[in-house]
C-alpha cells in the first residue's frame, strides 16, 4: 500500500535553513507528481510546492517563492523540500502528498503522509 | 488565485443526521474540485475528486454535487466517525486552493 513519510522537521531560529525529506514506498514513485501542503497550529490547509514526475517542472505558492526549493531523488524514492529564509510564519505542519495524475499533474492528493512539524522561534 | 469559500464553517449535528457542506469558488471552472476529511492530529483523506467521483474505500453515505462555482458535500446518515472537519479544494488552476474548512461536531 501506499506509504508516505516525512522526516527532518524541528525547531529553528528565523532567517535559518532546514531540508525536509518524504520516503515513498508502495507505488512507482518515478511516475507521479509530488506535493507539499502545509497547515499552521490550528489553522487551514496551504498548498506550499509540487515538483512533476521527472522533476523537469516545479511550481510554488508565491509565500515560499524564491525561500524553498523542492526536489526529487527517483533513486531513492525521496522527496524533499529544502527551506531557508525561514519566518515564524512558516511555522505549521508540512505534510507530502501524492498526485493522482501519473506522468501529468492532476492538482489534487491522493495520499498524504502524517506530517512532520516544523517550528520557527527565536 | 482562486478563492474557496466554505459555508458553514461548523455545525452540530447528530448520529444519522444528513448534512450538507457548501463549498464556493471565486471563479468559475466545470468539476475540478475537490473533498477532504481530516481528524484531529491526522493527514487529510481524500473523499471526492472531480466534484462527484467517490475516492475508492469511501462509504457510499459521502457525495458530491456542484459545477461552475457551487459545490456541495453530503453526508447521508452522519456516523460517529464522521466526526471531523472537511475542506474544499480547487485543482483548476495553480495555486491550488483550499476551503477555510467546517468544523462537523456532535450535537
Known amino acids: 500500500q501506499v506509504q508516505l513519510v516525512e522526516s527532518g522537521g524541528g525547531m529553528v531560529q528565523p532567517g535559518g535553513s532546514l531540508r525536509l525529506s518524504c520516503a515513498a514506498s508502495?507505488?512507482?514513485?518515478?511516475?507521479?507528481?509530488m506535493h507539499w501542503v502545509r497547515q499552521a497550529p490550528g489553522k487551514g490547509l496551504e498548498w506550499v510546492a509540487v515538483?512533476?514526475?521527472?522533476?523537469?517542472?516545479?511550481y510554488y505558492a508565491d509565500s515560499v517563492t524564491g525561500r524553498f526549493t523542492i526536489s526529487r531523488d527517483n533513486s531513492k524514492n525521496t522527496l524533499y523540500l529544502q527551506m531557508s529564509s525561514l519566518r515564524a510564519e512558516d511555522t505549521a505542519v508540512y505534510f507530502c502528498?501524492?498526485?493522482?495524475?501519473?506522468?501529468?499533474?492532476?492538482?489534487?492528493?491522493?495520499?498524504w503522509g502524517q506530517g512532520t512539524l516544523v517550528s520557527v522561534s527565536s | 488565485d482562486i478563492q474557496m469559500t466554505q459555508s458553514p464553517s461548523s455545525l452540530s449535528a447528530s448520529v444519522g443526521d444528513r448534512v450538507t457542506i457548501t463549498c464556493r469558488a471565486s471563479?468559475?471552472?466545470?468539476?475540478?474540485l475537490n473533498w477532504f476529511q481530516q481528524k484531529p492530529g491526522k493527514a487529510p483523506k481524500l473523499l471526492i475528486y472531480?466534484?462527484?467521483s467517490l475516492q475508492s474505500g469511501v462509504p457510499s453515505r459521502f457525495s458530491g454535487s456542484g459545477s461552475g462555482t457551487d459545490f456541495t458535500l453530503t453526508i447521508s446518515r452522519l456516523q460517529p466517525e464522521d466526526f471531523a472537519t472537511y475542506y474544499c479544494?480547487?485543482?483548476?488552476?495553480?495555486?491550488?486552493?483550499f476551503g477555510q474548512g467546517t468544523k462537523v461536531e456532535i450535537q
Open positions: 515538483i512533476s514526475y521527472d522533476g523537469s517542472h516545479k
Open positions: 479544494q480547487q485543482s483548476y488552476s495553480s495555486p491550488w486552493t
Open positions: 508502495g507505488f512507482t514513485f518515478r511516475t507521479y507528481g
Open positions: 502528498a501524492k498526485d493522482p495524475a501519473g506522468l501529468a499533474l492532476a492538482g489534487y492528493f491522493d495520499y
Open positions: 472531480a466534484a462527484s
Open positions: 471563479r468559475t471552472f466545470s468539476n475540478y
